[in-house]
């Protein structure tokens, strides 16, 4: 009998596969700011796409204002960014998504972290405070470890705009291109 092998790697995590969620969650635009962790297999190709539209911003906290407006529009939005830029954001995460009830969608690349350790035990302080900052302000988070983990994307989208409060998704693993 011959045993079939897991189709989820649980060392690798595909950039076209994250591509397909944001598509499949109906992100209608996506803030970014360049983003080493992710650029290769995830920004970089997204920049091919016809949807979602891209948006470059200067600072991580312009993602959180534009996406707030869009949502006033009807449109969906997600910020692609590095942990030291969200961290440097969480004021405008705080007022204008946990203040003001709004559905701010953010995917935060963990520069230098090793995929399959947990944030909180990242030898990177930054990075290890991030989930208790979240947990503080009352966001839900989930770590993006491998493919496996992809199908908590489009749910958390849809929860985050249906509550209209915002949502972190943690990129723990560089991905791939492909």
């Not at 009998?1 to 897991?6: I, P, R, T, Y």
């Not at 635009?29 to 970089?44: H, I, K, N, Q, Y």
């Not at 190709?45 to 949502?71: F, K, Q």
Request: hydrophobic residues 45%.
């Amino acid at each position: 009998m011959q045993v079939e092998a897991d189709p989820v790697d649980a060392r690798v995590l595909h950039g076209g596969a994250i591509i397909r969620e944001i598509q499949a969650s109906r992100i209608d635009f996506l803030m970014s700011v360049p983003d080493l962790f992710t650029s290769e297999g995830l920004l970089r190709p997204l920049t091919r796409e016809w949807t979602p539209r891209m948006i470059r911003v200067a600072r991580e906290d312009e993602g959180v204002g534009i996406a707030a407006a869009l949502s006033y529009c009807g449109k969906r939005a997600l910020s692609l960014i590095q942990y030291t830029g969200f961290l440097d954001s969480i004021n405008a995460l705080r007022a204008v998504g946990v203040d003001y009830k709004m559905p701010i969608c953010l995917m935060v690349g963990l520069l230098g972290h090793e995929g399959g350790v947990p944030p909180r035990q990242s030898p990177r302080y930054g990075v290890r405070i991030i989930e208790p900052i979240l947990e503080a302000m009352g966001v839900a988070s989930h770590v993006i470890d491998h493919d496996g983990d992809l199908a908590k994307i489009a749910p958390a989208i849809d929860d985050a705009y249906t509550r209209s409060w915002p949502v972190v998704f943690l990129i723990a693993r560089k991905p791939v291109s492909a």
